[in-house]
């Protein structure tokens, strides 16, 4: 079965920086996209990040570009998500999730992890 695997949230201080990992098993990981949900009290399940199979292609919600940067590892079948510059809007739990392809919009990834806490503190 497939299973992800969220680390490296916590606390900061908002202009901080957290690098979030996310380990994956349970398929061939380098054929799969990979991508990063955010979902705050009260709120819907929100996009952040996600990169194809490779890594070529990489796309960000507008609220994060140029301060988060995704990346993967597929010889440790992780993914990371790099978190600069934070701020309190960006407190969350964070989910990472993989799919076919790199879409923006949940339902395109078929398995998630249990999520991650990260709380910016101003």
């Known amino acids: 079965q497939v299973q992800l695997v969220e680390s490296g949230g916590g606390l900061v201080q908002a202009g901080g920086s957290l690098r979030l990992s996310c380990a994956a098993s349970?398929?061939?990981?380098?054929?799969?996209?990979m991508g990063w949900f955010r979902q705050a009290p009260g709120k819907e399940r929100e996009f952040v990040a996600t990169?194809?199979?490779?890594?070529?292609?990489?796309r960000y919600a507008d609220s994060v570009k140029g301060r988060f940067t995704i990346s993967r590892d597929n010889a440790k079948n992780t993914v990371y998500l790099q978190m600069n510059s934070l701020k309190a809007e960006d407190t969350a739990v964070y989910y990472c999730?993989?799919?076919?392809?790199?879409?923006?919009?949940?339902?395109?990834?078929?398995?998630w992890g249990q999520g991650t806490q990260v709380t910016v503190s101003s």
């Open positions: 999730a993989t799919g076919a392809s790199p879409g923006v919009t949940p339902t395109g990834y078929d398995y």
């Open positions: 990169t194809s199979r490779s890594g070529g292609i990489t």
């Open positions: 349970g398929r061939t990981f380098s054929a799969y996209s």
